[in-house]
């Protein structure tokens, strides 16, 4: 036994002494420093910089960012980066309800993705602009979601964040099978990147909301108390607060439990001071609130509606999201 | 033969008396040179804390050793009394508002207690007085000092302007850093990821007196607050390399830690990068240029891991798709 063991002993040493010789002479040598584009480089920051101010609902920043880099790709007259960037400046633009800028934006990734045969991009760009098309109610006739690859809607090699678009296209415009069957895709994909965890929460949320649609009211709790944990551990408080407001709508919960997470939502609405999540939060509460708490409910409830009157007299005001 | 006998004994007497004399001339000399018996005073002062002190630590004044710590003692009520032996000479010199206070020559090395005159239109300071012990600034204190709220916006982004143009400055010790700082990384192994971190230190450091300059800014302060967590993870990451590079393969679960510390400075980094982003776009660029560094630490780090073993694999290549923005979905039911 004795022999065995120090037999073992010597054979790992030596295979510990080859493996840390492999792994220094590895290192040994020098590496001559390879000269990098500055401007690239630039582009890169000012991109990574923007996806930091988007996590945060920073937009303007996140916006400015962007608008950097796509100049920094230009100077560098790299391609893909431009494309990219005038990718995100649309994301951006549609997230600070500039529709006619993102639409512009998208217009320009779509010819550059043409251009160049970037089929990931075009698809990306394609479905982001029909989805903004279908908000504002001019979607051509001629788009149908069927035309669209059917791997888009089922487990294939596109990206996560192009799946997600397609479904939620699908869930606007009433394909609940194919929504179902892409946000499906989406909830199964593995990983642990940040962005991939909040897509997951998203496509949670996504089948809660068919759930609900379709009256099946206790998978729609499950679906959102799943998309609640993602947000949970990746920090998405609009979408905590949105599943929460779910959750409280349904009626298969006690009154008590219901309550409890409308007033929770509520405390997050009003933390991202989103007026219209906190005036459908507050309506609920009345409606589910015992008769003598309800005068005070209603008065902030007025205060709010009020509030939100002045705001749409104003000629561009955010649908989505807050200001930074 | 009685005469000889005497003369002996007169001989060794001599000899022994002059030893005996020559021995009290050197104890004397000793003596004075270290003011063994120079008359002296007693002080007393009660930091918060015994921690930093200890016998025999010298008391400077202008730079001049003026005395030294006699003895601590921790009173019944739990605080602590410090007992100073000054020399008498200096005496004069005191004044009733003098403070004691701990300074540092450098960055590093022994820190000394170091004593101020006071206001010299006060009275000359008693024997047996207790005085007042006054605890450095430390960086913290002075980012902590970094007020919010900006009154004039252009003043602030002037001040920033002029701080870019100083950071560019090819001859900026901050260049000098990230050069040094670069050069290290070309020849990455074991032995010199702990200079290297160093060098990071230094670059973290000056970054933080720069801070100083941005007065009454709330930009400056959400900085400060960026580099005071960066420091702190800095100071873990600091006798994690030098183990590291004292020990060999058993030194795993330590690359494991080293690597999320790493990861944690890099992001401390980015939020660096992106606070200052707004402002001016040549600071970001400065902040990419350690934060390539510290990639090139995490994948020599990660190569380390996964070639001892036991290590984990290394994770793969981050693809050009994380440059895509994610959808922003209007979810709300």
């Avoid at chain 1, 946000?183 to 962005?195: A, C, E, F, P, V």
């Avoid at chain 2, 801070?211 to 005071?228: D, I, P, Y």
């Amino acid at each position: 036994m004795k022999h065995l063991h120090s037999c073992c002993s010597k054979w790992l040493l030596t295979l510990l002494c080859v493996s840390m010789l492999g792994s220094c002479g590895g290192k040994s040598s020098h590496k001559t420093p390879e000269p990098e584009n500055p401007y690239i480089l630039q582009a890169n920051t000012h991109i990574h910089n923007g996806l930091a101010a988007m996590q945060k609902e920073r937009w303007q920043s996140a916006e400015s960012s962007f608008a950097r880099a796509l100049v920094s790709s230009q100077l560098a007259d790299d391609i893909n980066l431009v494309s990219r960037s005038w990718y995100n400046l649309a994301v951006i633009r549609s997230a600070l309800n500039n529709n006619t800028g993102a639409e512009e934006a998208y217009g320009r990734v779509l010819e550059l993705a043409d251009r160049h045969r970037d089929s990931l991009m075009q698809m990306r760009a394609q479905i982001a602009l029909a989805l903004i098309q279908e908000r504002e109610g001019h979607l051509p006739e001629t788009f149908d979601i069927q035309q669209l690859p059917a791997s888009l809607f089922q487990a294939g090699n596109w990206p996560a964040d192009i799946r997600l678009q397609a479904a939620r296209l699908a869930q606007r415009l009433q394909h609940s099978a194919l929504a179902q069957q892409a946000y499906l895709t989406i909830t199964q994909t593995k990983g642990s990147d940040r962005n991939l965890l909040k897509m997951k929460a998203e496509a949670h949320m996504g089948l809660a909301l068919l759930a609900r649609s379709e009256s099946r009211f206790e998978q729609a709790w499950a679906e959102a108390e799943k998309a609640l944990g993602y947000c949970r551990v990746v920090g998405a408080p609009r979408l905590t607060a949105h599943a929460l407001l779910l959750q409280g709508q349904l009626g298969i919960a006690n009154a008590r439990e219901r309550k409890d997470r409308l007033e929770r939502a509520l405390s997050i609405y009003v933390a991202l001071e989103d007026t219209a999540g906190q005036k459908q939060t507050l309506a609920e509460l009345i409606k589910l609130n015992s008769p003598e708490s309800t005068p005070a409910l209603q008065l902030r409830l007025q205060q709010l509606e009020d509030k939100l009157g002045k705001e749409n007299e104003k000629p561009e005001s955010f649908s989505i999201m807050g200001e930074d | 033969m009685g005469e000889f006998v005497a003369n002996v004994r007169r001989q060794v007497g001599w000899f022994v008396l002059l030893g005996m004399g020559t021995i009290v001339l050197i104890i004397l000399a000793i003596s004075l040179q270290s003011d063994l018996f120079a008359k002296k005073f007693t002080l007393y002062f009660s930091p918060p804390s015994a921690a930093f002190f200890y016998d025999g630590q010298a008391v400077k004044f202008q730079g001049f050793t003026v005395g030294r710590i006699k003895e601590m003692d921790l009173q019944e009520d739990g605080t602590v009394r410090i007992t100073l032996n000054l020399l008498e000479r200096y005496h004069p010199m005191l004044h009733q508002d003098a403070i004691i206070h701990l300074v540092r020559d450098g960055l590093i090395g022994e820190q000394t207690l170091e004593i101020t005159s006071g206001s010299a239109e006060k009275p000359v300071i008693e024997a047996e007085q207790t005085i007042q012990y006054e605890t450095a600034a430390t960086i913290e204190q002075l980012l902590q000092d970094i007020k919010p709220a900006v009154e004039n916006a252009n003043t602030l982004l002037r001040e920033l302007t002029e701080l870019a143009a100083w950071l560019n400055d090819p001859t900026s010790d901050f260049r000098q850093m990230v050069a040094r700082m670069n050069a290290v990384s070309q020849d990455l192994n074991r032995e010199n990821v702990g200079k290297l971190v160093i060098n990071l230190a230094e670059i973290l450091e000056n970054l933080q007196s720069m801070t100083k300059g941005l007065k009454e800014s709330r930009v400056g302060e959400q900085l400060a607050k960026s580099l005071q967590s960066t420091s702190e993870i800095l100071s873990d990451l600091r006798p994690l390399t030098q183990q590291l590079a004292e020990e060999g393969p058993d030194s795993l679960k330590r690359i494991n830690s080293l690597i999320t510390h790493v990861d944690l400075l890099s992001k401390s980094l980015d939020t660096v990068a992106s606070d200052l982003s707004e402002l001016t776009p040549e600071l970001p660029g400065l902040a990419r240029e350690s934060r390539q560094a510290l990639a090139e630490i995490q994948t020599i780090l990660k190569s380390l891991q996964g070639s001892w073993l036991l290590g984990n694999q290394p994770a793969a290549a981050e693809g050009g798709e994380n440059s895509v923005a994610p959808p922003v979905l209007d979810m709300q039911p």
